[in-house]
């Protein structure tokens, strides 16, 4: 079966760096997607990895791993506005995304 | 640009009665989705739509039908809503289903059945 495993919430302080860790198991792969989603809003796209290794964007970088089943998410110089959830979507071999629940990040000053 | 916009943003629905909620894109894109969202549980795909005049089921398409009859267009139906489909629900878009593309989102709606 297809899984998804992101840890449900997690608690970082103003300033310093997180972690958002996804394991996955698909029937197939053709990359992965990270989406930020705020309470209340839709998710907007982060980032896209299909081959292994690390992908920056500014604050934000993506990790892949292709043997491990395995991806993160690195946040750097958090931000008050970084408090959301963050959505790990593997995507199939019929080009599906495959949706885990998400990780919320409680951001503190 | 508006890229996607849906209609209505919430609604109050009585159990067994019908609606359809709508969904707009204008980026010319090929595919569209439908998505529900619920507390605790990741995005499950309802049906897609890799072209106008195609769809195909999600995840979870019980109780729910779609057209694509144009490009831009791609509405949701409920025949006869039940409690379980209080959901928010999201349209998505992207320029293929058949590549990786990123997918774009509506705003969503709110849907209680009672």
């Known amino acids: 079966g297809q899984n998804i495993d992101q840890p449900t919430e997690m608690t970082a302080t103003e300033g310093a760096i997180v972690q958002i860790n996804c394991t996955y198991q698909?029937?197939?792969?053709?990359?992965l997607f990270w989406y930020q989603q705020h309470a209340g809003e839709a998710p907007t796209f982060l980032s896209y990895?299909?081959l292994d290794g690390l992908e920056e964007k500014g604050r934000f970088s993506s990790f892949l791993s292709r043997s491990k089943g395995y991806s993160y998410l690195l946040l750097k110089e958090l931000q008050m506005k970084d408090s959301a959830s963050y959505l790990c979507?593997?995507?199939?071999?019929?080009?599906?995304?495959?949706w885990g629940a998400g990780t919320k990040l409680i951001i503190k000053p | 640009t508006a890229g996607i916009t849906q209609a209505p943003t919430s609604q109050i629905l009585a159990a067994g009665r019908s609606m359809t909620l709508r969904c707009t894109q204008d980026?010319?894109?090929?595919?569209m989705y439908w998505y529900r969202q619920d507390l605790g549980l990741g995005l499950r795909l309802i049906h897609y739509?890799?072209?106008?005049?195609?769809?195909g089921k999600g995840e979870v398409p019980d109780g729910y039908s779609v057209s694509r009859a144009n490009t831009d267009d791609f509405p949701l139906t409920l025949a006869s809503a039940v409690p379980s489909q209080t959901s928010v629900y999201f349209c998505?878009?992207?320029?293929?289903?058949?590549?990786?593309?990123?997918?774009?989102f509506g705003p969503g709606t709110r849907l209680t059945v009672l």
């Open positions: 698909t029937s197939g792969f053709n990359g």
């Open positions: 979507a593997p995507m199939d071999s019929n080009y599906q995304l495959i």
């Open positions: 739509s890799n072209t106008a005049g195609t769809t």
């Open positions: 998505a878009s992207s320029a293929s289903g058949e590549l990786q593309d990123e997918q774009f």
């Open positions: 980026m010319r894109h090929n595919a």
């Open positions: 990895n299909v």
